[in-house]
């Protein structure tokens, strides 16, 4: 009994991979007969999995999505992954409490072993600290963006200022994509006032009824949306990841204290008390100010960009000595 339910979670676990399998091909990867992929595939079905067959010279099986959830079969490795994210997803995400509710029933059907394991687990999912304008973005709001997205539907909502002073503005747009960046939820679309691609804060978005025509797909820049968001973020216009400052410098510090702070940096070390380091920013200023703060002896290898910006952050740093100096107190 215990060989037979081993290989239907294997049968299972092949079939949930998306993709049509002959049986001659499920019977080789699982080392039994074709008669008995048949025999498993029925048993499979009888627990409420639809399992379709593909019509075709050699044949095959396809999982199809059903009208109900069937019972659920995970090894052990996919069971513990399962309940890591669930507990993750539980420290105050959107859907905290359904994922809190997930990995109690979870937990209740694991068996012991299992459940020793997770309960072994001691994971704490720390939130960095809120800004002062986060608001919690609702399922609801999710799910309503998801579903324009999926049917290509223009989307008109009320877009919230990010000062609260003013009133909110109506946007109309072509959804494309819902992206997480650094804990926070965000629409990618194009606007149609501005004409343009455009990033949204989904807490700040108050959909409107009824939503607008279908909508052809535009080809989004930079090819993907990791690529668009990235570069969006880093100050480009959505086609590039690079940084559009990027330096060189050496340090006075070893590679090791200087790589935990670099970020996405490059570090090289020169000696135990030099490194390179290649780093970018938004802006020449933003880069000097970057590499400043690891407080050691700079040389600038390059480019002349990054030395100007050294010169007028040294003579703003002067001028504010200067002006708050113990002899002549803060200036008038």
Not at 306 to 329: I, K, M, Q, V
């Amino acid at each position: 009994m215990h060989k037979t339910s081993s290989r239907l979670l294997a049968l299972l676990s092949l079939l949930q991979v998306h993709r049509d399998w002959s049986g001659e091909d499920l019977a080789g990867r699982l080392d039994i007969t074709s008669r008995t992929v048949r025999r498993d595939i029925d048993r499979l079905r009888e627990l409420g999995y639809p399992i379709t067959t593909v019509k075709g010279p050699a044949g095959g099986y396809r999982l199809e999505a059903g009208t109900h959830l069937p019972p659920l079969l995970f090894d052990d490795g996919q069971a513990v992954a399962l309940a890591v994210a669930l507990r993750t997803a539980a420290a105050g995400t959107t859907v905290a409490e359904d994922a809190s509710r997930a990995l109690a029933t979870l937990r209740q059907v694991m068996p012991h072993r299992l459940r020793h394991r997770l309960d072994l687990l001691r994971i704490t999912a720390v939130q960095p600290p809120a800004a002062g304008d986060t608001r919690q973005v609702g399922a609801q709001v999710l799910m309503d963006l998801s579903r324009v997205i999926d049917a290509r539907e223009e989307l008109r909502f009320d877009y919230a200022p990010s000062s609260g002073t003013s009133a909110d503005e109506l946007r109309r747009v072509q959804p494309h994509h819902l992206v997480t960046w650094r804990q926070r939820w965000y629409l990618v679309a194009w606007d149609l006032h501005r004409d343009d691609w455009r990033t949204f804060r989904v807490e700040r978005i108050r959909p409107r009824t009824p939503t607008g025509p279908h909508f052809a797909p535009r080809e989004l820049a930079g090819g993907n949306v990791s690529t668009f968001i990235t570069s969006r973020f880093r100050g480009n216009g959505g086609t590039t990841t690079d940084w559009p400052c990027q330096g060189e410098v050496v340090l006075g510090l070893p590679a090791a204290d200087v790589a935990p702070f670099a970020e996405d940096g490059v570090v090289e070390e020169l000696g135990p008390r030099h490194c390179r380091l290649v780093l970018g920013s938004w802006s020449w200023t933003g880069l000097a100010a970057a590499i400043g703060r690891f407080d050691t002896d700079i040389e600038v290898i390059g480019p002349p960009q990054l030395a100007a910006a050294f010169r007028d952050l040294a003579a703003r740093y002067t001028h504010a000595a200067r002006a708050t100096s113990p002899e002549t107190g803060p200036a008038s």
